[in-house]
């Protein structure tokens, strides 16, 4: 066996449901890789079609074109010393398999299937099959090992989440994945690959998909990474699109004592907020950093000249404007084509009219004000409402015009209204049903507000590193302004309505949210915890928080149950798409029951 071998990854940008370009980029890439001296090349689940199809895997054209993307990259590769591991959905005996298959030499000489279930793919059988694929008889099944003839070494294909993998006379393992990135994604990947990695005593190759999969609830960021005997050896740069190189000298593989993980019961106050400052810095960096790409990659797949938000001066339009900017540089676009609207009403207050503005022209936005009281005016004469009942009418009428205005102006500069709700208001239904809570994508819908307050607390720190004064100082002010929807007459100037005051203390909120989805304790364990960290309110308040909790969570689903398109950038989302399901007329009799019985 050769000592050392040199492994190939790479992640390029495709194009979804374009199998030919697909496979011209692959080819490229595995000619640069071979030029390179590498030995294998490793692409990405499902690379041929992009793993973000859906249904579209069971039209009979994609599946088609994808066997002869597969014919074209064997011919186009078969004078290259390079063994390939290449992601296709392949069709055969009328079963669509989520495969990777192994080319050398211009021959496909297997498939590896994935086993693990899939609404989209059938699951693999028990045993090994041959069939006819690509004009070819090629071998087909869970557990195949490939040995590079020119290596001798062997090796296993793991795909994405599949728990199956093989350690018998097995060198190396590849698992190509699909997975959307979220903040604290990175820091699981190297853990897991570094634990089997240690535990099989061999080396292993992870190689995720790029941002050109499909955007609507996530980005795709390219993760790859090399780890061996229990330590990453090599990784590249998220969203990277150069090829990952490593030298693996394969006498170096051997069993190692796993990473030691360390369990002291411990709860996190603020679990969505590292207490790092470094790991903190890096979080916020990271999650603007995904919100803005996959702003950036919407627009541009939907032919968009601008993205169209209302600015309020609170934090979340304030986190969507910062996004908004960042996403037009990424296209290399005038951020002169964010266009940020201020919509004063009845309850807009002097101090978050003033910080829109400021926020919107520092940032080089074009920037409107749309008065809209003699709108609402004349929509309570229209339905016959008196102007003068401050009730959910009242309110919500102010938030749904806000919303046509947008859309209207959207419609004419052939733009996208970019929604602003955030993962805490979402979790609480705090959001005005066709008002604020549509958009035509949402770039805040993942993020909380105990995140968001430290994402722009880092930006504002930024901006005076930067000689950004004004700037600095206006997201400062945003930071320390009370939350409010400033839907009600303002008394003297000064605004009465504040958020935390009807639904209770974001930072509970939060700490509920996240032991409820991510867990799923029960309402007395998370009011056992929650006491046990926050000892600035009493259990009895606590209690009553909670019971607002879980009422709002429970009732409000049907709002979350229509939400735009946006993307997942922290471990929690609550899209409908995948990430939380629940039917939206369920009773949260059993869950509140419980808090009453304490």
């Not at 806000?402 to 419609?411: P, S, V």
Request: charged share 25%.
């Amino acid at each position: 066996m050769k000592r050392k071998i040199k492994v190939a990854s790479a992640s390029p940008i495709i194009k979804l449901c374009n199998p030919e370009y697909n496979a011209e980029l692959c080819i490229e890439y595995a000619r640069a890789a071979d030029a390179n001296g590498a030995d294998i090349i490793v692409f990405p689940e499902l690379v041929l079609s992009g793993a973000t199809a859906a249904d579209l895997y069971r039209q009979e054209i994609l599946t088609e074109s994808c066997e002869k993307a597969l014919a074209k990259y064997a011919r186009m590769t078969a004078e290259l010393a390079i063994m390939s591991f290449i992601g296709i959905p392949v069709c055969v005996n009328g079963n669509i398999y989520n495969s990777v298959a192994c080319v050398s030499e211009g021959r496909i000489i297997g498939a590896s299937i994935s086993g693990a279930p899939s609404r989209c793919f059938s699951k693999a059988p028990e045993k090994v099959f041959f069939a006819d694929f690509c004009g070819q008889k090629i071998e087909l099944g869970r557990n195949l090992i490939y040995t590079d003839t020119e290596t001798g070494a062997n090796i296993f294909v793991k795909i994405g989440e599949d728990d199956a993998y093989s350690a018998d006379g097995v060198n190396i393992i590849v698992n190509p994945i699909a997975m959307t990135e979220y903040v604290g994604l990175a820091k699981d990947r190297r853990t897991y690959s570094s634990e089997v990695s240690a535990a099989l005593g061999l080396t292993f190759v992870l190689v995720g998909s790029n941002y050109g999969e499909s955007g609507t609830d996530g980005i795709f960021a390219a993760p790859m990474l090399v780890c061996q005997s229990g330590s990453v050896i090599a990784e590249a740069p998220l969203f990277s699109t150069d090829t990952l190189y490593v030298d693996v000298d394969l006498k170096n593989n051997g069993k190692a004592d796993p990473c030691q993980i360390i369990s002291d019961d411990c709860v996190l106050k603020y679990p969505f907020v590292p207490t790092d400052a470094k790991e903190l810095s890096e979080t916020c960096d990271l999650a603007l950093e995904l919100q803005a790409r996959s702003l950036a990659l919407r627009i541009e797949r939907a032919y968009a000249k601008t993205a169209v938000l209302g600015v309020s001066g609170g934090l979340d339009s304030t986190l969507a404007v910062l996004v908004a900017a960042r996403a037009m540089d990424i296209l290399k676009r005038s951020r002169e084509n964010v266009i940020a609207i201020t919509m004063p009403c009845f309850g807009t207050t002097e101090r978050t009219k003033s910080n829109a503005l400021a926020l919107a022209e520092e940032l080089g936005c074009s920037v409107r004000t749309i008065d809209i009281k003699k709108a609402v005016n004349q929509h309570f004469e229209d339905i016959s409402h008196d102007k003068n009942n401050y009730d959910v009418v009242y309110e919500n009428a102010q938030a749904r015009e806000r919303t046509q205005i947008l859309m209207d102006i959207a419609n004419a500069e052939g733009g996208l209204v970019i929604g602003t709700g955030d993962l805490s208001e979402l979790a609480l239904g705090f959001a005005t049903y066709n008002g604020d809570h549509m958009s035509m994508y949402c770039v805040n819908g993942s993020v909380p507000k105990t995140l968001m307050r430290a994402m722009i607390r880092h930006e504002a720190a930024l901006a005076e590193t930067k000689g950004q004064p004004r700037l600095s100082k206006v997201l400062f002010d945003v930071v320390n302004t009370p939350i409010s929807p400033e839907l009600l007459p303002t008394e003297d100037g000064e605004n009465k309505q504040h958020t935390e005051s009807i639904v209770g203390p974001y930072e509970l909120h939060d700490f509920f949210l996240y032991y409820t989805v991510k867990y799923g304790y029960s309402p007395k364990r998370i009011l056992e915890l929650s006491t046990s960290v926050f000892d600035e309110y009493g259990a009895e308040e606590i209690k009553g928080y909670l019971d607002n909790f879980v009422r709002r969570f429970f009732s409000q689903q049907f709002k979350r149950s229509c939400l735009p398109d946006g993307p997942r950038v922290t471990e929690i989302s609550l899209s409908p798409r995948g990430a939380w399901q629940m039917p939206s007329d369920v009773s949260s009799g059993l869950w509140r029951e419980e808090l009453k019985e304490m």
